[in-house]
């Protein structure tokens, strides 16, 4: 607190500018809206209805996605195979 002077010789107090609180409780910004997902209980997702277009290239996709896991591991074996043969013909 300041004592400022308010005329003739007397001084008051003067208290400093402070925002008051809210007294209802009511935020004075609106919080943003929740969004609430469905939870699994058995840990898959539901699959939603969708486009048979759209529902054609997940398909297309999960199985393009097999393909080359199955391509990565093939050439993981040949990479494999052919360190051994180097190091074969090294000794």
């Known amino acids: 607190m300041a004592k400022q002077m308010q ?6 107090t003067a208290e400093t500018a402070s925002p008051a609180p809210a007294i209802s409780g009511v935020p004075t910004t609106p919080e943003p809206p929740v969004r609430r997902w469905p939870h699994p209980v058995d840990g898959t997702e539901p699959l939603p209805q969708t486009d048979p277009a759209l529902h054609f290239v997940h398909c297309a996709l999960s199985y393009q996605n097999e393909l080359l896991a199955d391509i990565k591991a093939l050439l993981e074996q040949i990479a494999a195979a052919q360190e051994a043969a180097e190091e074969a013909e090294t000794e």
Do not use: A, N
């Open 7 to 12: 005329g003739r010789g007397r001084f008051r």
